[in-house]
């Protein structure tokens, strides 16, 4: 019989489970799960009852990451006037001092890490009539994917203590969970999913001197000069950066459109790009991209409103930030669809695109849409599919995406910790951890400028993974481009 997340009721109730213990051999040279096997099939055992109770697996899609921009009023821009984000990792003795200043980070390399890993379980909704919701889903999926990780990482010598929590969602939970023992004496905190929750535990890492990754917010601005606060998930500033950087590989800038509603927030967005453009051009006084501003009330658009945009002989590429309004974005691809005739075209939009659920495929395939990732959805390598049967053998499911970046974090940080102490974070890009779907290009985000004549020293705000995927819709699926 297949066990399935028979570890569920294990890690509620805030075990801890240390990775050295957790996978011993036995004399035929067999992997068992030490603590792991009292529950069985599609039953967990409920301590509060005494009984074991029938779970059911979730089968809705998963809420993918959202964005919330801060206005500038409120927080000053982020900005690195380095002109290449490498000049601040260690490739030498002069970044490698550099990132050290600017951070105070001082690493210490220990036999045995303590991690803790804080997840919403939302154990306290759990029953056995009610469906498992997306947000424990997650948080399942993703300590599967970690514990799968950590068998591995055991197995190459990298020595760590995983306690695992509930986080329950609740901000009260997540703020008592910092006095536990065992997140106080952690080298390295990983977890939270709401902003909320995100910003206690980052809070808390900043004032105790506490390596903090968050695997789920993509929110900027969550913990100013913080240098312990590693974020895995790309701003939307990386994102659309990735975007103008990737359409410059193939368009001049005359060839490129900026799309969005008038008078929105979406239009602020654009600022992203021609920044990005600006450098690549090496001319800060180069023009802005086009811009084409749709109204809000299609009733008052026509598809010949986008025609003069289109060329006839050259490719146009369409670039639309738009993560939230899938009518705007339904609604354009219809337009342009009809409007481009035979004259060839690309759109890049953002990944919430590959969960919207209105839009026509053929949309997608006719106007050769590119989306932003943070994953490259690579489920047919060969690693892909080992993970994959790996997975199914030990928990009687299928991987879904929060389970490879639990797999794939897990091992980078393991890795990272053991070659350089619980202070890894300034040698993050240096890190050849092996990777299912995720790479982690943690780079430190520097408020202020190196070179300030004025002697103010700049201040690392956090460490931001910039690693961003280009994925195209090809013969009706996502697929990465190079």
């Excluded at 890993?117 to 948080?139: A, H, M, R, T, V």
């Excluded at 690693?383 to 389970?403: C, D, L, R, T």
Aim: aromatic share 12%; with cysteine.
């Amino acid at each position: 019989m297949t066990t399935k997340f028979s570890f569920f009721w294990i890690i509620i109730i805030g075990v801890t489970i240390t990775s050295c213990g957790i996978f011993k051999a036995k004399p035929g040279g067999k992997v068992y799960k030490d603590k792991l096997d009292e529950i069985e099939g599609t039953r967990v055992y409920n301590p509060e009852t005494g009984k074991y109770e029938d779970v059911k697996i979730a089968t809705e899609k998963l809420d993918t990451v959202s964005w919330t921009e801060v206005p500038e009023s409120e927080h000053p821009p982020i900005t690195n006037e380095t002109g290449s984000s490498t000049d601040l990792i260690p490739g030498g003795t002069e970044t490698t001092v550099l990132v050290d200043e600017l951070t105070d980070l001082n690493t210490e390399k220990k036999e045995t890490y303590n991690v803790s890993l804080i997840l919403p379980f939302l154990s306290q909704n759990f029953s056995s009539s009610s469906k498992i919701s997306k947000f424990s889903n997650w948080g399942l999926q993703y300590y599967a994917g970690t514990k799968l990780a950590m068998e591995d990482l055991e197995n190459s010598g990298v020595k760590l203590n995983i306690s695992v929590f509930d986080s329950k969602g609740e901000y009260g939970k997540v703020l008592s969970l910092t006095s536990k023992p065992q997140v106080q004496e952690a080298d390295l905190i990983i977890g939270a999913y709401k902003k909320d929750n995100v910003k206690v535990l980052a809070k808390f890492a900043k004032e105790n001197d506490i390596t903090y990754i968050s695997p789920h917010s993509a929110s900027a601005n969550i913990s100013p000069n913080n240098p312990n606060y590693l974020q895995v998930s790309p701003t939307l500033s990386s994102h659309c950066k990735a975007m103008l950087r990737h359409a410059r590989r193939t368009f001049r800038p005359e060839q490129i459109v900026l799309v969005a509603t008038k008078n929105t927030v979406e239009t602020k967005r654009f600022k992203y790009f021609n920044e990005e453009n600006r450098k690549l051009e090496n001319d800060e006084k180069a023009p802005d991209l086009k811009t084409l501003l749709i109204p809000a009330d299609f009733t008052k658009v026509h598809e010949d409103s986008i025609k003069p945009y289109l060329d006839p002989f050259k490719t146009t590429a369409f670039l639309v930030p738009s993560f939230s309004n899938e009518t705007f974005v339904n609604n354009f691809l219809r337009m342009l669809n009809i409007a481009k005739d035979a004259q060839p075209v690309r759109v890049y939009g953002l990944p919430q695109w590959m969960d919207f659920e209105r839009i026509e495929f053929d949309y997608f395939e006719n106007l050769d849409v590119h989306v932003t990732s943070s994953s490259n959805f690579d489920f047919d390598s060969n690693q892909a599919k080992e993970f994959k049967k790996k997975y199914y053998s030990n928990f009687g499911e299928i991987p879904e995406q929060p389970a490879f970046l639990g797999y794939d974090l897990m091992m980078y940080v393991g890795q990272a910790l053991n070659k350089y102490g619980d202070k890894f974070q300034g040698y993050a890009e240096v890190v050849n951890a092996p990777n299912l779907q995720h790479r982690f290009d943690f780079q430190p985000i520097i408020n202020g400028k190196l070179d300030d004549a004025s002697g103010v020293k700049p201040t690392v705000e956090q460490f931001e993974n910039k690693q961003v995927y280009l994925l195209q819709f090809k013969n009706y699926q996502f697929k990465k481009v190079n």
